[in-house]
């Protein structure tokens, strides 16, 4: 890139190859994209969403109704449609549902944007002016927010069934909600008066074959591994199990030793020690009563031949993250010295067994007390039901997890959206510049929830609005639409119901993504080396979002 300098000298500031938009040009580019991503998964909101297959390069195909799992398989390019995908993930990590709302909503806060900027409205006023619309829809939506009770399980199993639907579960919904009611409540903790709740204590496993009513909720872990000698015990009841966090194998030495044999005797004793010491360390294990071992790392061959003579079942290579939750279901504690293993350190199940699922041999340990880790087993007729049922269930987790621990709820189906907007349509009128005219924009950002809801649903978007205004100014806040019957009916009495951190977040995500890419003036871009340019030319893999 060059420049004249006073005297029409050439003055280069950046080297060859090198991209650079300013200040309209780069915005009206980066709201582009950023309204591309939106659009992409604008058509799969609410119940009657549609999906979306994605092919990777190695031909393997996700079908997917989720926003954030489709913004991830897709290969995005363009960096300010980057920062829209974040949007996704933080509303994933945060909540685990309304991905493809804060999308959307982002997406459409951009396009009003972009109306005001033709206005000649500078972008600092529009990010100042959304802000204070931000901080008013949040007020709005707390005002809406109805108290729920944790053991209201009714409740949370709406919340649920509304996570759900629209997700390819639908047959399911009914059972699959309550199990998901049952496994959150079962890992909840209560702290200082407060439910906390950590979903990596969820485990889900998947196994195509049956059908989604065969999924099932396990008071403890399975774990997909199998025992590892054929003549130990495939099942053992009232299991003391052992959490082993070392190898059950003679240690090599730490140094590079050499270790020179001068006849067969000497060899002889070598065999008999390393063979008494893996005795000793079974024998150890043996002791404090233990029946079934769980092993972070390896077991020598020899290990497990004594190991099955002693009755004990044994699995090796188990996964850190499993043996945490085998921890915090049997109650057992992870030792990382075989000498270090007492009683005191087993843990307890009903039943440790070894079955097969869908030809796969997987361990079960089931029947533990109060455990504090559990595991959903979920089955399905083909892998992408499977996969997509794995998806509707972890974002009914979310949901059910963050009304727990928030203890609120709204009415879904675009009630909030609608509220939100004449509430804030009221309020611009207070507020004084030109920051008035954002505020209005962000109130008619806002309906593109309830107007998508309708689209998706095949209702004509603007006889909807129009009805539920209506409803709205006569008070009746908790309207909004019934996309089964195409119509405007009391979203609670329906049981659509969110928790309100999905609202909240959703519009503070969208916000801040929208106002980041609002005030980015200039965009310098290096190109790629060229070397990634003829291999993108030669694969044919050039289009970019």
Known sequence: MAMLAGDGRQVLILPEGYQRFVGRDAQRMNIMAARV???TVRTTLGPMGMDKMLVDEMGDVVVTN????????????????????????????????????????????????????????????????????????EEVLEEMAIDIDPDDEEMLKKI???????????????????????????????????????????????????????????????????????????????????????????????????IRITDPEQLQAFIEEEERMIREMVDKIA???????????????????????KGILAVRRVKKSDMEKLAKATGGRIVTNIDDLTEDDLGEAEVVEERKVAGDKMIFVEGCKNPKAVT??????????????????????GVVAAALEDGKVVPGGGAPEVEVARQLRKY???????????????????????????????????????????????????????????????????????????????????????????????????????KEEEEEEESGSDVEF
């Open 37 to 39: 991503v939106a659009e």
């Open 66 to 137: 989720d926003g954030v799992t489709i913004l991830e398989e897709m290969d995005i390019e363009h960096p300010a449609a980057k920062m829209v995908v974040e949007v996704a993930k933080t509303q994933e990590d945060e909540v685990g549902d309304g991905t493809t709302t804060a999308v959307v909503l982002a997406g459409e806060l951009l396009g009003k944007a972009e109306d005001l900027l033709d206005q000649d409205i500078h972008p600092t006023v529009i990010t100042r002016g959304y802000r204070l619309a931000q901080e008013k829809a």
């Open 160 to 258: 649920a069934m509304t996570a759900m639907t629209g997700k390819g579960v639908e047959t399911a919904r009914d059972y699959l909600a309550e199990l998901v009611v049952k496994a959150v409540k079962q890992v909840a903790e209560e702290e200082d008066g407060e439910i906390v709740i950590d979903t990596d204590n969820i485990k889900i496993e998947k196994k195509e074959g049956g059908s989604l009513e065969d999924t099932e909720l396990i008071y403890g872990i399975v774990i997909d591994k199998e025992k590892v000698h054929p003549a130990m015990p495939r099942k053992v009841e009232d299991a003391k199990i052992a959490l082993l966090n070392c190898p059950i194998e003679v240690k090599e030495t730490e140094t590079d030793a050499e």
């Open 287 to 309: 002791e404090t009563g233990a029946n079934v071992v769980f092993c972070q790392k390896g077991i020598d061959d020899l290990a497990q031949h004594y190991l099955a003579k």
């Open 376 to 397: 959903i087993l979920v089955r399905g007729g083909t892998e992408h039901v499977v996969d997509e049922a794995e998806r509707a269930i972890e974002d009914a987790i």
């Open 428 to 530: 611009a009128d207070a507020v004084e510049g030109r920051e008035q005219l954002a505020v209005e924009a962000f109130a008619d950002a806002m309906e593109v929830i309830p107007r998508t809801l309708a689209e998706n649903s095949g209702l004509d978007p603007i006889d909807v609005l129009v009805q539920l205004r209506a409803k709205h100014e006569e008070g009746e806040v908790e309207t909004g639409i019934d996309v089964f019957e195409g119509d405007v009916k009391n979203m609670l009495e329906e049981g659509v119901v969110e928790p309100l951190r999905v609202k909240t977040q959703a519009i503070s995500s969208a916000t801040e993504a929208a106002e980041l890419i609002l005030r980015i003036d200039d965009v310098i871009a290096a190109r790629k080396l060229e």
